[in-house]
């Protein structure tokens, strides 16, 4: 059975004080014919596990909770706890995740229709989904009723009945025991404002092909971006970190004004909701939408909190695109110091709420395992977007399944796996006052070939049911540095 992570300043720990990285997978379901219930089954669960993984980031909808205002659909909350508790069953820790993409059910998912506000606009998807934050006026007014709390047709202000269905929601499930917490909100969009951010990117942008090819109309490239057979040619400029970092930093007066505001007002009353029943489940705060690719997020921590942890998402410029086998390493290492500066700030945890998103794809293998070595780098937590049945099938499945230190007792120092030689390396500052083993995960335990430091050390190695991959476990030996290196031979 899962046990309850807590936060100890910048680390997630256990019930023992150990270190603890969450590594794992999203679970979402968007599909409203089925009720936003996904349908997995315990095989998928038991996949997750023997894989290593041990927590998930559980997608539940807000139009699945409250279909009509102030009206809560039981039966789905009661299917969500299902889920949860076979997760239980193979020792997956869950934090729920307030899922939306483009605000409502009537554009993607999220906020049921009674409480979308368009002002006549017309929803029209784009070549790619994600285009529809930038240019679209329905996503971008919905959003804005959101933001300023417009009643909805009970006279409740939209943005009162998210918080309240946040609430009943935790009132309901926290205390199935391996809840760890709550993602507050997928992906927060700043709404009609993004034709500020647009103005200030695209002319940027302009300036900066400018420098480079000569002059170039805005309008030119608001069209070439919303057209996949130029997107390319323009994107190429933003290989240039220098430029990358020009275009992406314009806006960014008008981001943390958005995340100092509404944003991180939200999420105080978002937290003191789930606080009426939960009062130790750790609250998951995202960026702002654009910080995703990098942009300095500047929101707040909850006030008088210490159970929180900073959840941004990472993804390169070219994710959910038929060029996201391109994804640029120095791009992806800048998001990753920004998210790393963040952090800092905010002296919090850091899980990597969504990576990836390279559906089972061939030619990514690249892009997942340098995305690796950045969690690994940073010794952050994450959970990869997203599970889908036999997707250890393909190539970018390999910077997924990984070797990595799941307890440690003491604080975790830096640690690394080598999938072509399958070599495990890990170092960490092992503490006399925790009465469990330090306990790393491996993708196969077959022949290995194990060196601890001090050299007296004892081990024991744990399969995993009937697979290849298994546990390693090493019991407290000293105060002091550790290390260890496995080697498959």
């Given at each position: 059975?899962?046990?309850?992570?807590?936060?100890?300043?910048?680390?997630?720990?256990?019930?023992?004080?150990?270190?603890?990285?969450?590594?794992?997978?999203?679970?979402?379901?968007?599909?409203?014919?089925?009720?936003?219930?996904?349908?997995?089954?315990?095989?998928?669960?038991?996949?997750?596990?023997?894989?290593?993984?041990?927590?998930?980031?559980?997608?539940?909808?807000?139009?699945?909770?409250?279909?009509?205002?102030?009206?809560?659909?039981?039966?789905?909350?009661?299917?969500?706890?299902?889920?949860?508790?076979?997760?239980?069953?193979?020792?997956?820790?869950?934090?729920?995740?307030?899922?939306?993409?483009?605000?409502?059910?009537?554009?993607?998912?999220?906020?049921?229709?009674?409480?979308?506000?368009?002002?006549?606009?017309?929803?029209?998807?784009?070549?790619?989904?994600?285009?529809?934050?930038?240019?679209?006026?329905?996503?971008?007014?919905?959003?804005?009723?959101?933001?300023?709390?417009?009643?909805?047709?009970?006279?409740?202000?939209?943005?009162?009945?998210?918080?309240?269905?946040?609430?009943?929601?935790?009132?309901?499930?926290?205390?199935?025991?391996?809840?760890?917490?709550?993602?507050?909100?997928?992906?927060?969009?700043?709404?009609?404002?993004?034709?500020?951010?647009?103005?200030?990117?695209?002319?940027?942008?302009?300036?900066?092909?400018?420098?480079?090819?000569?002059?170039?109309?805005?309008?030119?490239?608001?069209?070439?971006?919303?057209?996949?057979?130029?997107?390319?040619?323009?994107?190429?400029?933003?290989?240039?970190?220098?430029?990358?970092?020009?275009?992406?930093?314009?806006?960014?007066?008008?981001?943390?004004?958005?995340?100092e505001s509404h944003l991180?007002?939200?999420?105080?009353?978002?937290?003191?909701?789930?606080?009426?029943s939960d009062k130790e489940?750790?609250?998951?705060?995202?960026?702002?939408?654009?910080?995703?690719?990098?942009?300095?997020?500047?929101?707040?921590?909850?006030?008088?909190?210490?159970?929180?942890?900073?959840?941004?998402?990472?993804?390169?410029?070219?994710?959910?695109?038929?060029?996201?086998?391109?994804?640029?390493?120095?791009?992806?290492?800048?998001?990753?110091?920004?998210?790393?500066?963040?952090?800092?700030?905010?002296?919090?945890?850091?899980?990597?709420?969504?990576?990836?998103?390279?559906?089972?794809?061939?030619?990514?293998?690249?892009?997942?395992?340098?995305?690796?070595?950045?969690?690994?780098?940073?010794?952050?937590s994450d959970t990869y977007?997203?599970?889908?049945?036999?997707?250890?099938?393909?190539?970018?499945?390999?910077?997924?399944?990984?070797?990595?230190?799941?307890?440690?007792?003491?604080?975790?120092?830096?640690?690394?796996?080598?999938?072509?030689?399958?070599?495990?390396?890990?170092?960490?500052?092992?503490?006399?006052?925790?009465?469990?083993?330090?306990?790393?995960?491996?993708?196969?335990?077959?022949?290995?070939?194990?060196?601890?430091?001090?050299?007296?050390?004892?081990?024991?190695?744990?399969?995993?049911?009937?697979?290849?991959?298994?546990?390693?476990?090493?019991?407290?030996?000293?105060?002091?540095?550790?290390?260890?290196?496995?080697?498959?031979?």
């Amino acid at each position: 059975m899962a046990g309850r992570i807590k936060v100890n300043g910048n680390h997630f720990v256990d019930e023992f004080g150990r270190h603890v990285l969450l590594h794992g997978m999203n679970m979402v379901c968007k599909d409203k014919s089925q009720n936003y219930i996904g349908s997995w089954k315990e095989e998928d669960f038991k996949n997750l596990h023997t894989w290593g993984m041990n927590v998930i980031r559980f997608g539940v909808i807000w139009d699945g909770i409250e279909p009509e205002p102030g009206q809560y659909d039981d039966s789905y909350i009661e299917k969500i706890r299902q889920l949860i508790q076979m997760a239980n069953k193979y020792d997956l820790h869950v934090f729920l995740d307030m899922h939306q993409d483009l605000f409502s059910s009537d554009f993607g998912d999220g906020a049921p229709a009674w409480a979308t506000m368009t002002d006549g606009e017309i929803y029209e998807p784009g070549h790619v989904w994600s285009d529809a934050y930038l240019f679209n006026r329905a996503v971008q007014k919905a959003f804005d009723h959101f933001w300023n709390n417009t009643p909805g047709p009970d006279g409740t202000g939209i943005q009162d009945h998210f918080i309240n269905a946040w609430g009943y929601l935790a009132q309901k499930l926290h205390k199935e025991p391996n809840i760890i917490g709550y993602d507050l909100m997928n992906e927060p969009f700043i709404g009609s404002p993004v034709q500020q951010v647009n103005e200030q990117m695209f002319s940027t942008f302009a300036q900066v092909y400018g420098e480079r090819y000569g002059e170039v109309d805005i309008e030119q490239l608001f069209s070439a971006w919303s057209d996949p057979n130029n997107k390319h040619d323009y994107l190429s400029l933003l290989e240039n970190i220098d430029a990358f970092k020009r275009v992406i930093d314009s806006p960014t007066h008008i981001l943390q004004a958005f995340e100092e505001s509404h944003l991180s007002m939200l999420y105080r009353k978002v937290g003191a909701a789930i606080r009426e029943s939960d009062k130790e489940g750790i609250l998951f705060l995202e960026t702002n939408y654009f910080s995703n690719l990098g942009v300095s997020s500047m929101i707040l921590p909850v006030e008088n909190e210490q159970a929180q942890a900073y959840a941004p998402h990472a993804y390169d410029l070219v994710t959910d695109t038929e060029l996201a086998h391109t994804a640029n390493d120095r791009r992806l290492e800048f998001i990753f110091e920004r998210h790393e500066e963040t952090r800092k700030r905010l002296n919090m945890p850091m899980l990597i709420g969504e990576w990836g998103a390279f559906y089972e794809t061939n030619n990514t293998a690249h892009v997942s395992l340098y995305i690796q070595r950045l969690i690994e780098a940073y010794l952050c937590s994450d959970t990869y977007w997203s599970y889908v049945p036999n997707m250890d099938q393909s190539l970018s499945f390999l910077g997924v399944q990984r070797g990595f230190p799941i307890a440690v007792a003491g604080k975790l120092l830096q640690y690394r796996y080598e999938h072509h030689v399958k070599t495990f390396q890990m170092k960490w500052d092992e503490s006399p006052n925790i009465g469990a083993p330090t306990v790393i995960y491996l993708p196969d335990i077959r022949k290995l070939n194990i060196t601890l430091s001090p050299e007296r050390s004892e081990y024991e190695i744990r399969p995993i049911d009937d697979s290849h991959s298994g546990y390693l476990e090493i019991p407290q030996l000293i105060d002091g540095i550790r290390s260890i290196t496995v080697i498959q031979d």
